[in-house]
């Protein structure tokens, strides 16, 4: 009988395992492997609490001007968004994508390299008030928001970052 028993044993574990996602996959509440986060995702959740800010752009390897997206301990993946509350004139004269007209997000593996990257803005923009801007970090996903909004409106996608991930 016991030769019955472990045969059986073994199929009824094989299959109630098959369906499960893989060692440090994400879940989701269902207990489904979530999507990976992605700079996308991520403002697609937070343009829910941030009705003015609009998606612009997705950078890839090929256009990103800084040469980050994919290289070791930097971003991996990027978006650039638009906040219509900052005014035409201000950025008169600033390229699409441009921090100061609304922002970008950007994902990392790693949460320690989102504030790396962090550290590393502040620490450039200290000295050169026009490059000033708002960097938000939560796990590890980093938003870079315009000057050019009020510390209030800044700090609703501080808000809204903390319902991303």
Same mark, same amino acid.
């Given at each position: ?26 879940? $989701? ?55 219509s509350?900052?005014?035409?004139? $201000? ?28 550290k ?14 708002? $960097?938000?970090?939560?796990g ?26």
């Open positions: 009988m016991r030769r019955t028993v472990l045969p059986i044993t073994v199929i009824l574990l094989t299959a109630a395992c098959s369906g499960s996602p893989k060692a440090g996959t994400a879940v $989701d509440s269902g207990g489904r492997a979530a999507e990976p986060l992605t700079a996308g995702s991520a403002f697609t959740k937070l343009s829910v609490t941030v009705t003015s800010a609009k998606q612009s752009g997705t950078v890839t390897a090929a256009d990103d001007p800084n040469h980050l997206l994919g290289r070791p301990n930097q971003y991996t993946s990027k978006v650039t968004f638009t906040d509350r900052i005014a035409a004139s $201000d950025v008169a004269g600033t390229s699409k994508g441009d921090v100061e007209r609304g922002g970008a997000i950007e994902v990392f593996t790693d949460p320690a390299d989102a504030t790396s990257r962090a590393y803005i502040q620490a450039i923009t200290k000295s050169i008030p026009a490059f000033t801007e708002y $960097d938000y970090v939560h590890p996903v980093l938003v870079r928001v315009s000057h050019y909004l009020t510390p209030k409106q800044a700090a609703e996608y501080k808000t809204a970052l903390s319902k991303v991930s």
